[in-house]
């Protein structure tokens, strides 16, 4: 996959509206760009998934991708990525895993631990 | 679309991370945001797009879009696993204000971010600056000299750029791991003084 690929013209931008059903789009803070996602074992539904739905979960089997990986990767917009999610998740195929709350370990640690992880990897 | 992924185990985080960090490289157009992001990147850079009418509104109802000019924008980003429970993302974007919805996605909850300038254009970073500061995200500015440019002092810059006195300088060659790698450990370095 190239960064660069993209150019929707106005054809295509019908798609996403079809692709999610029109519900609305949900609010950043559910699936923010650094959610990491993963499919939930047991999974099965497969069967009747359209093929973007079908293509994201198979994407999510392989492990833990960030909301933003998913996107790029499939190449649709955030927003459509988050609709696709948010149903895959209401309907318990999808678990994510949320970027770090502030009442588990607060900037201070995680600015340790990256400071820690680039000197380890390049000092 | 890249039918290998699932079975590409690089692709994929360690089971046990736990923690998804997020640090920004801005700058205006061609300071050398998408090359320092795939510099330090372990994964080939990924970009992503929002769909946005002209005006800058996020389109959250595509009906009736026919005829409505749109155009997507593009955001930049890269990967770090740098623990098996921590993963940092560098997301890089241009400095358009009127991408309301790209800025509020890539700052919320960013630790801070490195603002690329190139000291013979420093009225470009202007806008950029402004919308940093405008999210209250901390910032250190990496400084990339392309082609014969002469060096400037510090504090030279910092004058042009009317800095906070405590905000770092680093020069860095975005083409260069090292040399970026020294940026990124100068911001994290500049906002953990800023946390304690
Ligand atoms: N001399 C020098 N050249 C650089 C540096 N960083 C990037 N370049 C070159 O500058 C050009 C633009 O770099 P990009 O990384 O595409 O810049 P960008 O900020 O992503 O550009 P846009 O996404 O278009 O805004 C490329 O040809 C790079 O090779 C640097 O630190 N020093
Ligand atoms: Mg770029």
Same mark, same amino acid.
């Given at each position: 996959?190239?960064?660069?690929?993209?150019?929707?013209? %106005?054809?295509?931008?019908?798609?996403?509206?079809? !692709?999610?059903?029109?519900?609305? /789009? #949900?609010? +950043?803070?559910?699936?923010? *760009?650094?959610?990491?996602?993963?499919?939930?074992?047991?999974?099965?539904?497969?069967?009747?998934?359209?093929?973007?739905?079908?293509?994201?979960?198979?994407?999510? %089997?392989?492990?833990?991708?960030?909301?933003?990986? !998913?996107?790029?990767?499939?190449? /649709? #917009?955030? +927003?459509?990525?988050?609709? *696709?999610?948010?149903?895959?998740?209401?309907?318990?195929?999808?678990?994510?895993?949320?970027?770090?709350?502030?009442?588990?370990?607060?900037?201070?640690?995680?600015?340790?631990?990256?400071?820690?992880?680039?000197?380890?990897?390049?000092? | 679309?890249?039918?290998?992924?699932?079975?590409?185990?690089?692709?994929?985080?360690?089971?046990?991370?736990?923690?998804?960090?997020?640090?920004?490289?801005?700058?205006?157009?061609?300071?050398?945001?998408?090359?320092?992001?795939?510099?330090?990147?372990?994964?080939?850079?990924?970009?992503?797009?929002?769909?946005?009418?002209?005006?800058?509104?996020?389109?959250?109802?595509?009906?009736?879009?026919?005829?409505?000019?749109?155009?997507?924008?593009?955001?930049?980003?890269?990967?770090?696993?740098?623990?098996?429970?921590?993963?940092?993302?560098?997301?890089?974007?241009?400095?358009?204000?009127?991408?309301?919805?790209?800025?509020?996605?890539?700052?919320?909850?960013?630790?801070?971010?490195?603002?690329?300038?190139?000291?013979?254009?420093?009225?470009?970073?202007?806008?950029?600056?402004?919308?940093?500061?405008?999210?209250?995200?901390?910032?250190?500015?990496?400084?990339?000299?392309?082609?014969?440019?002469?060096?400037?002092?510090?504090?030279?810059?910092?004058?042009?750029?009317?800095?906070?006195?405590?905000?770092?300088?680093?020069?860095?060659?975005?083409?260069?791991?090292?040399?970026?790698?020294?940026?990124?450990?100068?911001?994290?370095?500049?906002?953990?003084?800023?946390?304690?």
């Amino acid at each position: 996959m190239r960064a660069g690929d993209g150019g929707h013209d %106005s054809v295509d931008l019908v798609r996403p509206y079809v !692709i999610t059903n029109g519900q609305d /789009l #949900p609010k +950043g803070d559910e699936f923010e *760009l650094v959610t990491l996602v993963t499919v939930a074992a047991g999974n099965a539904r497969q069967a009747q998934l359209d093929p973007e739905r079908r293509a994201l979960l198979e994407l999510c %089997s392989g492990g833990y991708l960030s909301v933003a990986e !998913i996107a790029g990767h499939i190449g /649709l #917009p955030i +927003g459509v990525i988050r609709v *696709l999610l948010s149903d895959l998740a209401g309907s318990g195929q999808i678990i994510t895993r949320n970027p770090v709350p502030a009442a588990q370990l607060t900037d201070i640690q995680v600015l340790q631990e990256v400071l820690d992880g680039l000197q380890t990897r390049f000092g | 679309m890249d039918s290998r992924l699932a079975s590409d185990d690089h692709t994929y985080l360690p089971e046990a991370v736990q923690v998804a960090a997020k640090i920004l490289v801005v700058g205006h157009f061609a300071v050398g945001k998408t090359t320092f992001i795939g510099t330090l990147s372990e994964i080939p850079p990924l970009r992503t797009e929002e769909t946005m009418t002209r005006a800058g509104a996020h389109v959250d109802d595509l009906r009736g879009v026919q005829g409505k000019t749109t155009t997507t924008v593009a955001m930049d980003f890269g990967r770090l696993t740098l623990s098996e429970t921590l993963v940092l993302y560098l997301f890089g974007t241009p400095g358009q204000q009127r991408f309301v919805q790209v800025w509020e996605d890539m700052t919320r909850g960013a630790l801070g971010a490195l603002l690329l300038i190139d000291p013979q254009r420093l009225e470009e970073s202007f806008p950029v600056m402004d919308l940093v500061e405008s999210y209250g995200i901390p910032y250190a500015i990496g400084v990339n000299y392309f082609g014969e440019a002469p060096t400037r002092p510090d504090d030279e810059l910092r004058e042009a750029l009317d800095l906070l006195p405590d905000t770092p300088i680093v020069t860095c060659d975005a083409r260069d791991e090292k040399s970026s790698a020294g940026a990124l450990i100068a911001l994290v370095k500049y906002l953990q003084t800023r946390t304690s």
